[in-house]
């Protein structure tokens, strides 16, 4: 029980860092948006919006998946109290 509530840890873990990561690169395209340069082109603009919008959201989905490793973490420990 032990070893798979380590488990679960880790991939709590992980999955906040890949949200933080994400969460920082999508800023960095959302900045390249909103800064105003005269060479940027209409195709330009809407990769970079639409770059940092899936940044985002992926960021947003890692965050949930590391949600639900703390939630089944919590549930372990719970359980294991109860046997205890």
């Known amino acids: 029980m032990q070893q798979q509530s380590k488990v679960w840890y880790e991939k ?3 999955f906040k860092r890949f ?3 994400l969460l920082a690169v999508g800023i ?3 900045l390249g948006v909103i800064i105003p ?3 940027k082109t209409e195709f330009e603009l809407n990769l970079l919006v639409l770059s940092s919008a ?3 959201a992926l960021s947003i989905l890692f965050f949930i998946q590391s949600k639900h490793c703390q939630m089944k973490l ?3 420990d719970d359980n294991e109290d109860l046997y205890n």
């Open 12 to 14: 709590m873990v992980d």
């Open 74 to 76: 919590l549930e372990m």
């Open 19 to 21: 949200g933080t990561v």
């Open 28 to 30: 960095f395209f959302y």
């Open 54 to 56: 899936s940044f985002i």
């Open 37 to 39: 340069v005269d060479a």
